[in-house]
Nanobody, 117 residues
Framework: QVQLVESGGGLVQAGGSLRLSCAASGRTFSRHDMGWFRQAPGKEREFVAAISRSGGSTYYAGSVKGRFTISRDNAKNTVYLQMNILNAEDTAVYYC??????????WGQGTQVTVSS
């Protein structure tokens, strides 16, 4: 079992930056691939980014590639999402997830990101 707690969301102006953090409990963090997803009002949840267990491989949705960076610190049981050049379309609740083989079994409660134009 992995418990995930996101933080770092907030209100930011278009063009600005935010860094989200997701702290994981337990001793199995390094065994899990980690991902970030988001859900905007009235829309389905969508994939944003993922990172492999070692951090050696990263994956991004086309809409955020080049603007967002996912990273992890296995010593701190934490995964990050650095978000730059934010725009109104990035407004959503952002969720952290843990899993393997492209299946995410554990989810955080989410953190709100609001980008004002």
């Amino acid at each position: 079992q992995v418990q995930l707690v996101e933080s770092g969301g907030g209100l930011v102006q278009a063009g600005g930056s935010l860094r989200l953090s997701c702290a994981a409990s337990g001793r199995t963090f390094s065994r899990h691939d980690m991902g970030w997803f988001r859900q905007a009002p009235g829309k389905e949840r969508e994939f944003v980014a993922a990172i492999s267990r070692s951090g050696g491989s990263t994956y991004y949705a086309g809409s955020v590639k080049g603007r967002f960076t996912i990273s992890r610190d296995n010593a701190k049981n934490t995964v990050y999402l650095q978000m730059n050049i934010l725009n109104a379309e990035d407004t959503a609740v952002y969720y952290c997830a843990a899993g393997s083989s492209q299946t995410f079994d554990f989810w955080g409660q989410g953190t709100q990101v609001t980008v004002s134009s």
